[in-house]
Structures are given as C-alpha cells and as structure tokens.
C-alpha cells in the first residue's frame, strides 16, 4: 500500500497561486491513478482533479482553466498548481492514489485563500 505525504498548502490571497505536492511511498507509483480532493468546513468531500496512470487529466468544473494537475513518475510525485485562487477554493485538501484494491489517502494539506 503507498503511503502520501501532501505539502505546499497555506494562506493566499484571491488571486493568488499555490502549488500543492504529494509524495508517495511505496512501488509502483507509475501505475497509480491519482487525485486530488477538498473538504470545506461542513461540506462534503469533493474531487477536485485526477490523472491517470497514462496521464489524462480531469477537472471539476470549478476549477477548470484554473488548477492544473500533473505528475513525475521518476520523483514518485503528483502535484496540483492552484491559480486564481478565490475565497470558495479554501479547504483541506487531500491526495488520494488508487490502483486494484489499494485506496490510499493523504493526511490534507490546509489552503487558505482571503478576499
């Protein structure tokens, strides 16, 4: 099972950018599907971008044109580079790797964006 490890999170202001990072342990990375989800205070957990392990890439709605998620295989590393960020993209964010019967989660990452 891979452990995750996110980091990049805290305060921004709107507009502003961040870049998130999760780090994997663990073999096989490269065959992994990895996303990237968020919880608001009193909302329910929201998927926010995935890759696939050949690469393709989606995107909630919400931040489409906006976040952009990609991954280094070598580095066993998925990040999520936050632009423009808006007061409602506050929330803890976490990482999450799938592949068969493993469904591994991060511990979050805070991103705080002030308006």
């Known amino acids: 099972q891979v452990q995750l490890v996110e980091s990049g999170g805290g305060l921004v202001q709107a507009g502003g950018s961040l870049r998130l990072s999760c780090a994997a342990s663990g073999s096989f990375f490269s065959r992994y599907a990895m996303a990237w989800y968020r919880q608001a205070p009193g909302k329910q957990r929201e998927l926010v971008a995935a890759?696939?392990?050949?690469?393709?890439?989606s995107y909630a709605d919400s931040v489409k044109g906006r976040f952009t998620i990609s991954r280094d295989n070598a580095k066993n590393t998925v990040y999520l580079q936050m632009n423009s960020l808006k007061s409602e993209d506050t929330a803890v964010y976490y990482c999450n790797a799938r592949y068969f019967l493993d469904n591994s989660w991060g511990q979050g990452t805070q991103v705080t964006v002030s308006s």
């Open positions: 890759i696939t392990s050949g690469g393709s890439t």
